[in-house]
């Protein structure tokens, strides 16, 4: 299996602030046929479901705001939020979309300051 | 609009087995592929399998022997079945759409999920 790791595992930051979190993958998710990275990347607030903010590494979903950015090849991901918001603390899960089983990293905790 | 509701027992006793019904609207179950994802109380998203647009099914190795997953197009439904069901599938149950986009497996809606306590 594909094991995700992500860090920090938390993290505080002030309204306005940038961030950035690392998701690590025990494998390449870079499919090397068509040179597409297979990781997703899901916002999960208190209380809520999973939404889905990033896919193929930096394909923004419809409707994330232009703040969210994913990166990255290979085995090293980035999901950065060049201006965090109030509403963005939750917790950030990435997801190897490449191979079965689907697995995720165990979340970076977005806390406000 | 698209949606997805899962329902299920709630409690279940030790070695019995769990069924979830998900119920979509404003999509197609012949064209859309669902995933069934599991989340223990405070921690992290494992993925149980997923049934394809044309009936096929993928599931996770580890719990292959004790799941099923079927659906019925004509009542927009898909099922979740577990068996010998412990203390450690105590979890929330979501059920969640698969991007239409070729080569992806990524969940783009999701359920507000069922919860299940196996306890007894």
């Known amino acids: 299996d594909i094991v995700m790791t992500q860090s920090p595992s938390s993290l505080s930051v002030s309204a306005g602030e940038k961030v950035t979190m690392s998701c690590k993958s025990s494998?390449?998710?870079?499919?090397?046929?068509?040179?597409?990275?297979?990781l997703a990347w899901y916002q999960q607030k208190p209380g809520q479901p999973p939404k889905l903010l990033i896919y193929?590494?930096?394909t923004r979903e419809s409707g994330v705001p232009d703040r969210f950015t994913g990166s990255g090849s290979g085995t090293d991901f980035t999901l950065t939020i060049s201006s965090v918001q109030a509403e963005d603390l939750a917790v950030y899960y990435c997801?190897?979309?490449?191979?079965?089983?689907?697995?995720f990293g165990a979340g970076t905790k977005l806390e406000l300051k | 609009q698209v949606q997805l509701k899962e329902s299920g027992p709630g409690l279940v006793a030790p070695s019995q087995s769990l069924s979830i019904t998900c119920t979509v609207s404003?999509?197609?179950?012949?064209?859309?592929?669902v995933h069934w994802v599991r989340q223990p109380p405070g921690k992290g998203l494992e993925w149980l399998g997923m049934?394809?647009?044309?009936?096929?099914?993928d599931y996770n190795s580890a719990l292959k022997s004790r799941l099923s997953i079927s659906k019925d197009n004509s009542k927009s439904q898909v099922f979740l079945k577990m068996n010998s069901l412990q203390t450690d599938d105590t979890a929330m149950y979501y059920c969640?759409?698969?991007?239409?986009?070729?080569?992806?497996?990524?969940?783009?809606?999701w359920g507000q999920g069922t919860s299940v306590t196996v306890s007894s």
């Open positions: 494998q390449s998710l870079l499919n090397s046929g068509n040179q597409k990275n297979y």
């Open positions: 049934i394809w647009g044309g009936g096929s099914t």
């Open positions: 193929g590494a930096s």
């Open positions: 997801q190897n979309d490449h191979s079965y089983p689907l697995t």
């Open positions: 404003g999509f197609s179950l012949s064209r859309y592929s």
């Open positions: 969640a759409r698969k991007l239409l986009r070729t080569y992806y497996y990524a969940m783009d809606y």
